[in-house]
């Protein structure tokens, strides 16, 4: 194997490891009750690994709508994407992972998610979401609240960890989780 080859495996490992201890160390809240968080979520404040992933100036919103239990155990994740002349409904699936308050699921044919629920008082909720998509892995930490105003408790945990794990703030949207009749 040549050199060039050698060096990209070892960064492609070590981005991997980092990768691995940055999710050790997202908490993790263990004793979720998933029927509890069942039903709207407005997204108060959102945060990223990477800034390109949620900028001011891409015109497609992404909002998170609402989850919902399935009988399964599984949970259902409902966004939307919307823009100039877009808007479509997305539903996440995602499965238990064996430890309480983690679920893992895919998307397309090449991603997958993994979903931390890191606290909630079922009226407030920090999430992290891990998005693995072809050779890129992104981090989304969201700020959900069942009504627009912020608790200060949840926000302060939330500001925290935004300075711990060094995310870049994005812009937060909320949508009434229904796509504009199309224009005649």
């Known amino acids: ?4 080859r050698r060096i990209l495996l070892l960064v492609l490992g070590l981005g991997l490891a980092s990768t691995q201890k ?3 160390e997202v908490p993790l809240q263990r004793d979720l009750d998933a029927q509890k968080v ?3 979520w407005l997204t108060l404040q959102l945060a990223a690994t990477n800034p390109g992933l949620v900028s001011p100036d891409d015109p497609l919103r992404l909002f998170l709508h609402s989850i919902w239990t399935t009988g ?5 994740f409902v966004f939307f994407w919307m823009g100039v002349g877009v808007c479509h409904g997305l539903n996440v699936t995602v499965h238990p992972t064996g430890l309480q308050g983690q679920y893992q699921g ?3 044919s090449s991603g997958s998610v993994l979903v ?7 009226r407030s909720m920090i999430l ?10 992104n981090g989304l930490w969201a700020l959900l609240a069942r009504s627009m105003s912020e608790d200060p408790k949840w926000l302060g945990r939330y500001l925290q960890y935004v300075r711990q794990f060094h995310l870049e703030e994005a812009p937060a949207f909320n949508g009434d989780g229904q796509c504009p ?3 005649a």
């Open 1 to 4: 194997m040549d050199l060039g």
């Open 22 to 24: 940055t999710l050790q």
């Open 38 to 40: 069942e039903g709207r």
């Open 72 to 76: 399964q155990g599984d949970l259902e």
């Open 106 to 108: 895919a998307f397309d």
């Open 116 to 122: 931390r629920f890191v606290g909630t008082d079922y």
């Open 128 to 137: 992290y979401i891990r998005v693995e998509q072809d050779t890129e892995t």
């Open 181 to 183: 009749p199309p224009e």
